[in-house]
């Protein structure tokens, strides 16, 4: 295998080289992402409005859009350095496979038991809680990625956990809900029976196997009604992208400190969260004019919030009792198909993403499950790492660049994140083994029921 | 949380300090392991009887008894960059919930999709196989993380892989069949119409679910039909303890580079491939007089080869088709309880080890699996490592050397093998924390029928 000097495999930083403060890229925004607004008044959520949903410290990192830096305290700098830094590796072997010119880098971010980036937001939220005096949180989840990252920050610093985790994942990733409940949390299936909003959806609709949007109002109903908690989100806020700008201070430092500059950053997009993490300190280098980067999103068909939907205010949530953001989304009712990338299935995407791409920072692909799944693969064998199902759209997108620059003879140097780890997933790997995955590609009648639940008022469409 | 200076959470090696020899303690053993015999002669197996069975590499270094170091090949040295330095944790967190003015230090092994430390071996007998100009390898596998890491091997070598897998495995544990499968392995359920064994054992066992005894027959069968292809094994025998010294050789250049000296090393034993080869350069130091130090082997209370079983020749399979291996053994009829620590399963141990453990340089500790699950969920919690159980032997020791420490006031240095993580093992966690795990300690008259298949002749009791 041909090495190039000085860069070995994995580009590694020390304990105390690991950011000691967060990057806000919105301060540098010349358009910022517009405000959260109450849907009864259509006026901005106030930081007392937001106050009741979430703590103080998170609401004031979620209204600034003007300080670059922010400070990391030092007990989730102590929590960072149990798991951090995350290896950036040089893909020796996926290049040498390819016979590709391209130099390809990955940020690899599943080295942790919560198996992906999730935990790099989860302990922020958590401290913050802890600071605040609360006695707990409560959150949802899907695939069971964020929940599990919940579950280690919150029994890290001793806080309650409850866990809104949709029915159908409680079910059939029981191993998910264990090793949540092995972290102390309380797991409930969702719709349940322990809120009113669960009661009312399990009357009207008996037998459902729950939706994401159903089990995050569970989350914030159990939030309100107890005494000293909060709700947490994983993903799409603006406080989740600044804790998730550790991903790309990390990576940009190791590169730096090793001379390399990327011309491609590719990222999966869900919700967004790994993907504004990765590429804001450089998007900040780009906004400021000083480094020049080209920015691919990557999600999945089924699920085209960036590639075919509207870029309008929309309802973070089914259930509609959140405020609205404006984002591109496929509309709050959009179901997605029942692919096997669970963090990558939700209607929206993050403000700040939604923002830079309207205004052309960032391009999106979409892909086909079984397109990722062949380059999961791949990247298996070469890499040893099996990747997440979502993090395998990045993988794909970055071959795809790899391959185009073998045609044109180009020598670009690619970085993409790689969110986590598919042990999880083994499900979906065996359809794939067995030639059984299929795929789907929503037509315009499909996407027109989503579109048709967006909020109608002046100014939105 | 109180730090150490110049101690970090983890103690870093560069890439290019990763060891490029690997170290054999046979060397400086004064009682050499006693040979494999060929159970028909009851003389030593010759090289060449054993490159029948064994790539020719691997048979030097079955036999070498007298060269203190190996080199690494360079491609196996490219490989180990991928995933290796393996991290040494500084145990922070767990030593201020213990409250102890003890040490802690852990060598973390499972930050690879093998899940353990069984990819340091199997990269290197699918490297020799690969340079011998075979086709492929066959292997045995139970729990799993053998079989995993062979086949990740192979898919990097492009070596075909045919592993066994015990019929109960294959069935309760689909997913570890299909982490094999993506890297390209040939998954067969033992036992198996694909060999006379298989078959024969079918017809007297019908509905049988299989064990790893009956895998390791057919394996070896199965490499003996084809042309072309060697049987590999994971555990147990010198040279995967040759290999696996590479976990002890960097866990001594971090201690070393970082200036700590342990005072006690612990590790989980089944086979004895990480035992062995966690203390193997420690041993080595005691072993010339340079340093001494106190070395626990932690083993199931369910199948105690060390601590109940019997110094003596035995074979090293169910079916006593492989040579006698003179090691502690309870019998190779003994039928382990369901446990759930899968990878402790064995019914022997290493020679190696068993020879150390003999002379009294190893001391050696059982425990029962809940007091086993209780140390794994303190540390998960504390650690955020979620361990596989088989590694939480060797926490559960070093946690109950740490409160000695705090009850004596004593400030010792202890080092553990922390093998791997349990993402596969939800099941087991479930029963946990269900409150549904139950303890099985073997009476002596359990023992006596495997003790009884012990074989007999002259200087064998």
Redesign the interface.
Known sequence: ?KLDNNI???L?L???EIPKQWYNVRAHMKNKPAPLLNPATLKPMTADELSAVFCRQLVEQELDDTNPYIDIPQEIQ?FY???RPAPL?RAY?LEEKLDTPAKIYYKFEG???S?SHKLNSAIAQAYYAKHQGLKGVTTETGAGQWGTALS?AC??LGLDCQVYMVKVSYEQK??RR??M????AKVTPSPSDTTAVGRKILKEHPGTSGSLGCAISEAVEAAASQEGYRYVLGSVLNQVLLHQSIIGLEAQAALNKYGVKPDVIIGCAGGGSNLGGLISPFMGEKLRGEKDYEFIAVEPSSCPSLTRGKFVYDYCDTGMVCPLAKMYTLGSGFIPSASHAGGLRYHGMSPVVSQLYHDGYIKAVSYEQTQVFEAA?LF???????PAPESSHAIRAAIDQAVKCKETGEEKTILFGLTG?G??D??A??K??NGTMTDYIPTDEDLKGGFDGIPKFPGNE
Chains 1, 2 share one sequence.
Not at 181 to 184: C, E, I, N, P, S
Not at 380 to 386: D, M, P, V, Y
């Open positions: 295998m070995p495999y994995k590694i020390e304990e105390n102590d350095r149990m798991y590796v072997c080295n942790n038991t198996g280690m029994a890290y029981p191993f264990e090793v409940r092995t972290y102390g693969e298996a064998k070469c890499e040893g790492i099996l780890t042990y999880f083994m499900v790997y065996e794939f083994n």
